[in-house]
């Protein structure tokens, strides 16, 4: 990390290793830090004013979450991003979310309703702070909870490995303005189809929104392909 990055400030010696996480993932998730550029943990402790340690530790947790890769020869670098994972996850979802948002509707409780109600209420008030990767928290928990109402254990299994492989993407789009600033909107419209038990276009709707959302990233990631 040869270069300044723009807006980069260092950070106070106190800094844990949660900060470091966190300031790191802005980073990377700004496209501050590019896929494929290493990740020099005696440059980045010099940078940061802090020990080695809390560094190394921050880069294990980025590598768990798959924005950063790291290799006993070469060291950690920002993770790559590829465009044939990336349609492939986004067809399985695109299958498997709209059938399951198709069975939830049918089978969907008031008990269901409110614990849905209160995620979306939740995303407001975090929305509301800025906090896009606390929204992306709570927007799994909000298909965590509706994906569990089929009762269909091989199907909601299939369903989470595959938003959870879809996390580093998913943690990219929240970084482009149009999907971040639909996201409590396209929730709010989902909870009122919900409500009215329209199986059919909770199915329509949830399949639109994953299509919209892979059509941004791959748009995103050819933008940003090296030339």
Known sequence: MEEEKP???????????????????????????????????????DELGVSRTPVREALHQLASEGLVTISAFKGASVAGFSLRELEEIYCVRIALEGYAA?????????????????????????FALG???????????????????PKQQRL???????????????????SLDSVYSSTVADHEELLAVLRRRDAEMAEHLTRIWLRETANALIQLLQENQPR
Do not use: W
């Open 156 to 174: 909601y299994d299939m369903i989470m490995q595959h938003l959870d492989l879809a996390n580093v993407y998913r943690r990219m789009a929240f």
């Open 7 to 45: 807006g980069k400030a260092v950070l106070a010696r106190h800094t844990t290793q949660e900060s470091v996480v966190d300031y790191l993932r802005t980073l990377i998730l700004s496209h501050q830090l590019r896929p494929g550029e290493r990740l020099v943990q005696s440059e980045l402790a």
């Open 102 to 126: 198709y069975l939830a509707t049918q089978l969907i409780t008031q008990n269901d309703l409110q614990q849905l109600k209160s995620l979306v209420s939740q995303m407001k008030d975090v």
């Open 131 to 149: 906090d896009r990767l606390r929204l992306l928290e709570v927007n799994r928990d909000f298909y965590s909870v509706l994906y569990a109402i």
